[in-house]
């Protein structure tokens, strides 16, 4: 099984129009409660 920063690194390359740090950050977060709450 892939852990959430795993999958939210794959989606930022996916989508790796996403440059800044912060930007990266935030969307990792969102990504990572995406993950947490789809595993429940």
Do not use: C, G, H
């Given at each position: 099984?892939?852990?959430?920063?795993?999958?939210?690194?794959?989606?930022?390359?996916?989508?790796?129009?996403?440059?800044?740090?912060?930007?990266i950050?935030?969307?990792?977060?969102?990504?990572?409660?995406?993950?947490?709450?789809?595993?429940?």
């Amino acid at each position: 099984m892939e852990t959430a920063p795993m999958f939210a690194r794959k989606e930022i390359k996916k989508n790796s129009n996403w440059r800044t740090k912060d930007e990266i950050l935030q969307v990792q977060i969102i990504l990572t409660s995406q993950f947490k709450y789809q595993n429940k």
